[in-house]
């Protein structure tokens, strides 16, 4: 009587393993691939916060120019002032700092005031910082400019943006097209 034994034979256990070795080999490099497209979405959501700050902060501002305003509920009395359109106005994230009547070019303007983070009103920029490195973000301000960052990538300072204040009062701020290619 012949014995017949269960098994894989030593070609299929191969086949088997180079299967496997090909579907390795094609799955890591998208799953990598969808770790930076979530930090370019990321950073694609903070531009498009940021945006809609600047027109919600001017507008805010420009009604409430030389107005006297009420205490903030959030911490802070707000005021702009008439001829400058610079100071602070009231948010739910708490007082955003203002100038020519958009965001100023600080972390207390831009981050605040889009609300990337949230943070107690008055908050430190060493307090911004740390609530942004929490979040994947780091912020870099420079005269008139503010320039966000998606951290986690191969490149954070190539994946990014920068906000700039307007030069006078009157004209608009601007915002960089998004630089992802350090995502």
Not at 37 to 42: E, I, N, Q, S, T
Not at 123 to 132: E, F
Not at 145 to 159: D, M, S
Request: some cysteine; charged content about 5%.
């Amino acid at each position: 009587m012949k014995r017949h034994q269960a098994g894989f034979t030593m070609v299929e256990l191969i086949v088997v393993i180079i299967i496997l070795g090909v579907l390795a080999a094609v799955a890591l490099p998208r799953f990598t691939n969808l770790q930076r497209d979530a930090r370019v979405a990321k950073l694609n959501g903070a531009k498009g916060a940021v945006a809609a700050s600047m027109a919600l902060v001017h507008g805010a501002a420009m009604a409430r120019q030389g107005v006297v305003q009420p205490a903030c509920a959030v911490g802070g009395t707000p005021n702009i002032a008439a001829a400058t359109g610079t100071g602070t106005i009231c948010t739910e994230g708490g007082l955003v700092a203002v100038t020519r009547l958009y965001p100023a070019p600080t972390l207390q303007g831009v981050v605040i005031g889009a609300g990337i983070v949230q943070v107690n009103s008055g908050a430190t920029n060493a307090q911004i910082n740390t609530a942004l490195a929490a979040d994947g973000y780091a912020a870099t301000v420079t005269g008139t400019a503010v320039t966000l960052q998606v951290t986690g990538g191969p490149a954070a300072a190539n994946c990014s943006f920068t906000y700039t204040a307007p030069p006078v009062l009157g004209q608009s701020p601007s915002l960089s097209a998004v630089n992802s290619t350090g995502c």
